[in-house]
């Protein structure tokens, strides 16, 4: 054989060799590239860092990276969970409360935040379990004991029983109320169901009386002299949906027409919302429930 075929065979190998040198360098150097895991101290002081952006979005972009430097940082996942949940996004969200109170059990808004997060997703029976864990850490948290009341209130109507007026009125303060604090005299109108006969839009007396005492005073009020109102009409499921949110919109036209008429307040601080049978407080699964969904209720837009 000559020197010139031996060349020709060798050269093939040398090239069989080659691809694997590229990989070692190149795995070698991704290495290099990658950031190392932040430390403790580094992993707080990000944390701090985010929690001065006031920006929702911002924060979303900081804690992007803040996670992948620090995957095993309790607070920094809760903090990731929180920002998610503001941002409507519960799905993402809650994997991120689960991690940070599996890594530190001991942290209890962490199990606040997936309360909060079951209670938007309607499932009631996780969301009282989580409270209750997150009270067994911190007993004196006011609003987590509001929030686990509602949860009970909804479990129980989930399971098909009857709800008082009084209870979803808890149900939905406590989801009003969830992001700030909500002062005595405004607390009054976001507490207000005014409750109607079914597929009646006049205004019951009740429903005046109650106007007349509750509201005037507190729309009226100097605390409240800038702030307007949604006022937000509901019905249950039966009959069409269409029909369902036309009643609806008669039924808000109807009380905010009492409060300007009746009780002279003014038409800018009152904006009517129609929801039809969107919006249930309970399930239509007994008459009582159905006479609540059957409501006019309040909301605050500024």
């Given amino acids: 054989m000559s020197i010139g075929n031996e060349n020709k065979q060798t050269r093939p190998a040398a090239r069989q060799n080659t691809p694997f040198s590229l990989l070692l360098l190149c795995g070698l150097t991704l290495s290099c590239l990658l ?3 932040a430390s403790a101290a580094d992993c707080k002081g ?3 860092k985010i929690q001065q952006e006031r920006s929702p979005i911002a924060r979303r972009d900081l804690l992007k990276d803040a996670i992948k430097q620090c995957p095993k940082d309790p607070e920094i996942n809760f903090m990731q969970g929180y920002n998610l949940e503001r941002l409507r996004d519960y799905k ?3 994997p991120y409360y689960v991690t940070a109170s599996t890594l530190d059990p001991k942290q209890a808004k962490a199990f606040f ?3 909060d997060i079951y209670m938007v997703t309607d499932n009631a029976q996780n969301a009282v379990t989580s409270y209750e864990k997150g009270l067994g850490l911190d007993p ?3 609003r987590a004991a509001k929030s686990l009341e509602s949860a009970r209130i909804k479990l129980k109507a989930q399971r098909g029983e009857s709800v008082s007026s009084e209870e979803a ?6 989801e009003k109320s969830k992001d700030r604090e909500i002062s005595p005299i405004e607390a009054t109108i976001l507490r207000l169901l005014i409750l109607f006969p079914n597929k009646s839009a006049e205004l019951p007396e009740e429903g005046g009386d109650q106007l007349s005492i509750v509201g005037t005073r507190a729309f009226t009020s100097r605390e409240l002299k800038g702030a307007t109102f949604e006022v937000v009409g509901n019905t249950d499921d039966s009959g069409d949906a269409a029909v ?3 009643l609806s919109r008669k039924r808000a036209e109807a009380v905010r027409n009492y409060l300007i008429k009746s009780c002279n307040i003014e038409a800018k601080k009152l904006q009517v919302v129609a929801l039809g049978q969107t ?3 309970v399930p239509n699964t007994t008459e009582q429930n159905r006479k609540i969904n059957n409501r006019v209720e309040f909301r605050r837009l500024k």
């Fill in 35 to 37: 950031p190392p895991p």
């Fill in 46 to 48: 990000l944390a701090a």
């Fill in 92 to 94: 993402e969200a809650l």
């Fill in 279 to 281: 919006h249930p407080i």
């Fill in 244 to 246: 369902n949110m036309a």
């Fill in 113 to 115: 935040g997936m309360g």
């Fill in 140 to 142: 004196g948290n006011k």
């Fill in 169 to 174: 009125a808890t149900v939905l303060f406590a």
